[in-house]
Every structure is written in C-alpha cells, then in structure tokens.
C-alpha cells in the first residue's frame, strides 16, 4: 500500500486533515467513511465536479465510496475558470436543493481551484453551512486552492470579490492523479509551488532549483515532497492567521499584479492563473528590486528558475494584447486587498523574506509596468495541450 502523509491544519474545534499520497481517490471511501457516518448516520453524499474531470475520476471515486457503503450523486459543470461566476453557482445552488440536499450532507469538491471554491462557496451559503470535503485533482489545487477555507467566485470587477471564509473536513490530495494533467497545468500549479520557497523557505526554493523539472515532469517523489512541503507551510500559515488579518496575506505574493493580468485577459485560457502568478511574482522581486528593498541579484534569480522551468515571466508570451499600465493599476484599485485607495503589494526582501507594503507609490509600479511591458520575449506556446 502506498505511503499516505497526514497533516493537521489547527483550528481547534475545526481542525481538519490534509492526506498527500497516491491511490488516494481510489481509497476515499476508507477515509471519507468517519465523515459519512457523523451526525447519526446515512448523510447524503454530493460530489461537485466539472466535465473533464468527471471523465478521469468521479467513476473511480463512485466506486470507492460504493465500496464504504456510501452513495453518492454527482453534479457536473463545465470546465474552466468561466464557471466560477454567479450564474454557474445559482445552478449548482439550485440542483442541489431540488436534490433534496439539507444541513447534514455532505458535498465533495472533486476537480481543480475552479471546482473547490464553487463548491466550497456553495457549501458556506447554502442552508447557511454545511460540510464538505475537497478532493484536489491538480497540482495548484493540491497545494494552494484547497487547503485553507478560502472559496469565491469571479466578477467582471475582479477575481474572487464574492465569497467566504469555509474550512473542508478533509482534504485528499492525490498525487497519482496529476499523471493526467496537460503540461501547462503543472507549470502552473508549479508557480504556487515555487511562491512557498520565495515568500518564507529560501531552502525550499533552492532545493527546487535543482529538482523543479522533476516536480514539473511529474517524477513521485520530487512531486510528493513539493506537495507535503507546500501543503504543510499553508497550514501552518492558515492555522495562525485563517482569516489574512496579518501572516496570511503574504501567500499573495504576485497576486495583485497577477489577478490584474487575469482580469485583462478575461479570466480565459490565454492565461492561467498560475502563469499569472509567475509573471506576478517576477514583477514584485524586479519592484522589490526598484525600491531597494531586494538585492537584484534576488530579483534575477527568481526570473531566471521561474524561465527554467518554463513559465512566463513578462509580457512578451503574452502577444496579441495591448497593455498599458494605467489599466492595469486600475485593475489593481478594485483588488479586494487594497485598503483606504492604496494598492497592496507583497514584497521581498530577499529570496524567502517576504513582506506586506502599502505604501508603495503608483508611479513606481506605472514605471516598472511600462518597463515590463514594452520589453519582448517569444509568444506563449500552447500547442500540443
């Protein structure tokens, strides 16, 4: 049987699990029975999960729980970051209830970021709380999304605007399941992971200079110790601070630079959000850099691993758009991290010291845009996905 590694996230009476290993899917029924039974008994199951998915593992997932004696029903939405706006959550929201679903059931977020904090937010608005699981099927999710009780939707203002603070029972994360992700989804994912070594491990990201392409190609144990490592400083992070009112905030590294990439683009696929992320995390080093607050050296450092491993780092394999700055730092005033009409950045004061700053003056980041934008690099290859 294969190694499974259990990890606690610390929230007194809402402590929850996470458990990193292969075959996990297949074996949720043995986990998730504990949770099934509570509450007297008989909860009804619900799993969440999007079209893609459902053809890799919600039979596999059926089956082991099946063999728990539980059942189980299935709600299936699309597939994409399109599906996490209000229209998608009112169906889901409404096929769940005409389903019979009440304060005892149970719903089980199968599926990537978009599916987790759907479901989660589900979870937390519908008969004003009830539990769920998440059971992340992409290396972002397992390492990021799923862990820490953060679940929202998209809106034309900005990404996750609409949402709530919701701890999982459980989380499972899979690794054996990132076998059937395309590149590109494990480079993003892969951007979370690399955002943990920057922000508080310099350790860790230079154990992923050597061993990043590892974790990228999907080899077991590089990828089981990127995820086990990830995972346990979320919950450390999450433990102390659930709620982003101080140490929490820095796991936004890049994040306000990037959710204003992802705005522009529409939320589509021209960008993933973890592509965002890399060229976010790239922009506040070189900011970080501009302001003296980060040797350059750092700044180069993290754009030349982010670039080894493929991910972009500036707006040159972004082609076909034309970005300005001002709308990008407009983008960035309607980030819900920005406070009292100031823009909030993390930054760094070198590779693993992040910190939180809003004080940072809108003409350095107007500068320090102009500069990224007008500089070129080959377009994004997303042949062969």
């Known amino acids: 049987m294969n190694q499974v590694e259990r990890l606690s996230v610390a929230l007194d009476e809402r402590r929850y699990d996470i458990l990193i290993g292969e075959d996990l899917i297949a074996r949720a029924g043995e986990h998730m029975a504990p949770l099934a039974q509570a509450a007297g008994g008989g909860r009804r199951v619900m799993i969440v999960t999007d079209e893609t998915v459902a053809g890799l593992h919600l039979g596999t997932l059926e089956r082991a729980l099946a063999g728990a004696g539980i059942a189980a029903e299935a709600f299936v939405v699309p ?87 919701h ?11 990132l076998a059937s992700l395309p590149r590109r989804e494990m ?23 050597g061993h990043g392409h590892a974790v990228v190609e999907g080899e077991p144990n590089a990828l089981r110790q990127a995820v086990l490592t990830s995972c346990r400083a979320k919950a450390a992070v999450v433990a102390a601070d659930e709620r982003e009112a101080g140490q929490r905030a820095l796991l936004n590294l890049g994040h306000t630079f990037a959710h204003a990439l992802e ?60 970005w300005t700055a001002e709308r990008l730092i407009e983008h960035m005033r309607k980030d819900k991290k920005a406070s009292g009409g100031r ?26 845009l102009t500069e990224a934008i007008t500089q070129t690099a080959p377009p994004l290859d997303l042949a062969g996905e």
């Not at 993003?188 to 350790?203: I, N, T």
């Not at 350059?296 to 780092?313: I, K």
């Open 79 to 165: 597939p994409g970051e399109a599906s996490k706006d209000f229209a998608t959550l009112q169906h889901l929201c409404e096929r769940l209830l005409e389903a019979g679903l009440d304060r005892r059931s149970l719903l089980v977020a199968l599926g990537g970021g978009v599916v987790g904090d759907l479901t989660g937010f589900a979870a937390a608005i519908l008969l004003r709380g009830i539990d769920f699981v998440q059971i992340p099927t992409t290396l972002l999710a397992q390492v990021d999304s799923s862990v820490g009780g953060k679940t929202g939707i998209d809106t034309p203002q900005g990404k996750n605007l609409v949402g709530a603070f």
């Open 187 to 209: 480079l993003a994912g892969y951007a979370e992971v690399a955002k943990y070594g920057l922000l508080g491990d310099a350790g860790f990201f230079h154990w992923l200079q």
């Open 263 to 322: 705005i522009e683009c529409g939320f589509g696929q021209d960008l993933l959000h973890g592509e965002a992320v890399a060229i976010g995390m790239t922009l506040a080093f070189e900011l970080s850099a501009q302001l003296g607050h980060c040797p350059p050296e750092d700044a180069d450092a993290v754009r030349r691993h982010l670039a080894a491993v493929d991910l972009p780092t500036g707006f040159g394999r972004l082609g076909g758009r034309a």
């Open 167 to 177: 701890q999982p029972r459980l989380v499972l994360a899979d690794t054996g399941a």
């Open 343 to 368: 823009l909030t950045f993390v930054l760094a004061r070198r590779i693993g010291e992040a910190f939180v700053s809003r004080d940072v003056d809108e003409a350095e980041v107007a500068h320090l």
